[in-house]
């Protein structure tokens, strides 16, 4: 059987390959993507790869931004080996190859997986380590808290509502969500916001009689509450992986991206990103030539 064989640069400069025994493939930064980019560069569905008989195919499934081959936007597209497939700030290169031969390279993984999630939790074990900037900024070994907060807690069971009134704040609750959600590739914290939304509604759906409405937005809530939590896993390893190996910069990015996750939250972990973030800027601003 044929593999479509990736070779993906993330903006931080970290680049990982991988083989997906496919011939459909999805890029984007949902969970159900095989090949998972972060969620600050791609939505949720970005392209869609395809393998034919007569060679590697991209489309287009969203455009903000939209997807480039060799720096051209397009909508569908034939993908040869040596065109830059572009996905945000993400470069990717894609080829067919025999599952035999694939295998040399990194281990073929089955349509379904998160292996840009799994490459970077291997990566972070085979550092061992965990770098951080010292108090003084000239470097050290300070261990980051253990935990990181949880994004949430228990899910909303309760409506402060009941009978008609139920209903109507069921559907303001669900209007709301649903916005949410929509921005969520460009905010992270409207992900993050979005999930008890839904959860209020369901409870308030019930409390009003409509199961079935109530089921739905449970299921939403259920879903959004296993993709984000994956994204936020996948962002704290991204971040233990650019100070592994002392990019700064891109470390930077992902403090950014993880004080969005953690927004309106409190605790050593939140104090610590804040922290870190000051001396990143300091590291990085040693870097700069002066005006």
């Known amino acids: 059987m044929r ?27 949902g969970a159900h993507c095989e090949i ?18 007569a060679g590697v195919f991209a489309r287009a499934l969203n ?25 945000g700030q993400v470069q990717i290169y894609v080829m067919a ?16 997986s998160s292996p840009i999630t799994l490459l970077a939790l291997i990566a972070l074990v085979a550092g061992g380590g965990y770098y951080v900037l010292g108090d003084d900024g000239s470097g050290g070994d300070i261990a980051r808290p253990k935990e990181a907060p949880e994004l949430w807690g228990p899910p909303v069971a309760q409506c402060p509502q009941q009978g008609g009134q139920a209903l109507a704040f069921a559907r303001d ?14 905010h992270v914290q409207d992900g993050v916001q979005c999930v008890p939304l839904y959860e209020q509604a369901a409870a308030c759906f019930r409390a009003g009689g409509d199961p079935q409405t109530a ?3 449970d299921e939403t809530a259920q879903r959004l509450r296993i993709d984000i939590n994956d994204d936020y896993r996948t962002q704290r390893v991204r971040l233990e992986h650019a100070l592994n190996v002392e990019d700064y910069s891109g470390a930077l990015h992902g403090v950014h991206i993880l004080r969005q996750f953690t927004e309106g939250k409190q605790g050593e972990y939140v104090s610590w990103l804040n922290n870190l973030e000051r001396k990143l800027k300091s590291e990085i601003g040693k870097d700069q030539p002066p005006k």
Do not use: M, W
Not at 3 to 13: A, D, E, K, N, T
Not at 38 to 52: F, K, M, S, W, Y
Not at 63 to 87: D, H, K, M, R, S
Not at 105 to 112: E, S
């Open 36 to 53: 998972r980019l972060p969620i600050d560069q791609a939505r949720v569905e970005h392209c869609l790869i395809e393998l034919g008989p």
């Open 63 to 87: 455009f903000e931004p939209p997807p480039t081959i060799n720096n051209i936007a397009f909508t569908q597209a034939p993908l040869p080996p040596e065109a830059v497939l572009g996905v």
């Open 215 to 217: 089921a739905a937005a």
């Open 97 to 112: 190859a025999d599952a035999a031969g694939a295998g040399q390279v990194v281990q073929t993984k089955q349509k379904g």
């Open 173 to 186: 609750r669900l209007f709301i969500a649903d916005a949410k959600r929509e921005r969520r590739p460009f």
């Open 3 to 29: 593999v479509l064989r990736f070779q993906i640069r993330l903006p931080s400069g970290q680049v990982d390959q991988l083989n997906v025994e496919s011939e459909r493939v999805l890029i984007g930064s």
